[in-house]
């Protein structure tokens, strides 16, 4: 939903009603991952993406449906190969799709919760995608980390008395509670899911599916070296969806003029600001951190900091194999044990031949993408198997 908020957010503002799909579950090789949305808006203007374009008819269609009933449905594409062709979905995964109507009426947080992701604020947001009781779809809990829960019911119906008992709960505080406790879970880890439970909320029983999006923080990149290497960088860390952030002890290469693609650029000692940061608590297991000032006197206590950090997603460093040994023997110098070592990617990322900035940058954000998901890279022709796959 995140790509599509703004839109979303102006139809909402102007009174208007949009018909949202999104992608709650995946299965095989399903080309968008759970979160993806898809508006209709109020002129029938379609935004967004559910499919990469494979299914993008079928649903457009369906939102229409479901704006004019009021009625969410949660719909399943690419069963089988006959179904797959009808639709489009020749890649061959399954997508679980859930299509809701939503206005002020039936969505009166939407306005808040924008505002917390746009401010950088945690916030998820559960909705009922499945149960017994229709009466339960579509009801919301909005989750935050620093504050208890907050209710509120959207009825799938259009009777007017049933929408004047909004604000009451899932449906009861069995459900709120798992649910609450679950969306916290993922709420810190930034992923979305969906999760299962019995009706009632029983954590080891089905029937109720509860969609859950995570909108945390952007994760973070820590560029550390003002070098034309770390611009191209910067570059491929916010077009990935990172806050990037430059620092570098020379005040004279770390300006904004210099990385105006970066969130911030910092003048301090690298080591130091990410001794701070992480005493500060904005370091976590989605940080990526890329060294590129291949200078032992910045890298060497810098890396000494990073390798130690318990859950940072990725620590790569710039440098020929012989700056490597060097550095490495440096480090083990300064005590740092093998299992520190070996969580370092250097010389930092994937062999694509890269020489330029720009190439060398994309060789370092596949290598980051390649340890997120698991991946080999390889030439996806020479392998076998799923091309898409879960996080590692």
Known sequence: MRDVLPELLTWWRAGETVGVATVVATFQSAPRPAGASMLVGPSGDAVGSVSGGCVEGAVYELAGEVVASGTPVLQRYGVSDDDAFAVGLTCGGILDVYVEKVDQHTFPELGQIAADIEAGRPVALATVIEHPDPAWLGRRLVVRPDEGIVRHEIVGGTDPEQQKRAGLS???????????????????????????????????????????????PKPRMLVFGAIDFAAAVARVGSFLGYHVTVCDARPVFATNTRFPEADEVVVDWPHRYLQAERDAGRIDSRTVITVLTHDPKFDVPLLEVALRLPDVAYVGAMGSRRTHDDRIARLREAGLEDKELDRLSSPIGLDLGARTPEETAISIAAEIIAGRWGGSGERLGATEGRIHRDLA
């Not at 899932?170 to 969306?183: E, F, I, K, P």
């Not at 019995?198 to 999006?213: A, C, L, N, S, T």
Request: glycine residues 14%; hydrophobic residues 40%.
């Open 170 to 216: 899932l449906g009861s505080t069995r459900a709120d509670d798992a649910v609450h406790d679950d969306a916290l879970g993922l709420l810190a880890s930034g992923h979305n899911a969906t999760l299962t439970y019995g009706p009632d909320g029983e954590r080891r029983g089905e029937g109720m599916r509860v969609f859950v999006w995570a909108f945390a």
